[in-house]
């Protein structure tokens, strides 16, 4: 009796790329590096913005990410936006975007790749685009143990 019949099927689709696989930790550090080099080498007229583009490139690199998953995502219009605005309403813009970005996730994960995926509200406010990547992290090894797992199954 074939093996892979009698198994239920993968949560994971092969349709959808998989998420970043890059270690929290290592986007919060180029993070702080990326902040600290903007806050010591541009003028004190220009740091703000510099430091608002170096905070923005992770969460628009994950928005970028789920458009590829998701055609109707919304978040990259948000994260737009909230770069263009300026420093108005940039602060309130990246909320929205955190929480799109959340929502996106949890429909992926939870419709169309049916692993149950959970985020907790409370990291979510605190952390963002930190705790995505590492819920992100597991997920991608996760995936791939499951490929590795059918392939040798075969």
Request: glycine letters at 2%; proline letters at 6%; aromatic letters at 16%.
């Amino acid at each position: 009796m074939d093996k892979l019949s009698t198994e239920p099927p993968a949560p994971y689709s092969p349709l959808y790329p998989p998420p970043p696989r890059v270690h929290w930790a290592v986007v919060f550090v180029i993070f702080l590096i990326a902040e600290a080099l903007a806050y010591k080498f541009f003028h004190h007229r220009y740091r703000e913005l510099a430091m608002n583009l170096v905070a923005s490139i992770w969460p628009i690199y994950l928005c970028i990410w789920i458009r590829k998953i998701d055609s109707r995502s919304t978040s990259l219009y948000w994260a737009l936006a909230s770069l263009v605005t300026g420093l108005v309403f940039s602060w309130l813009l990246w909320i929205v975007v955190i929480f799109e970005i959340r929502e996106e996730l949890l429909e992926h994960y939870n419709r169309r790749e049916s692993i149950g995926l959970r985020l907790n509200l409370f990291l979510t406010i605190l952390f963002s685009v930190f705790y995505f990547q590492f819920k992100l992290n597991q997920i991608t090894r996760e995936k791939e143990q499951v490929n590795a797992d059918l392939i040798s199954a075969r």
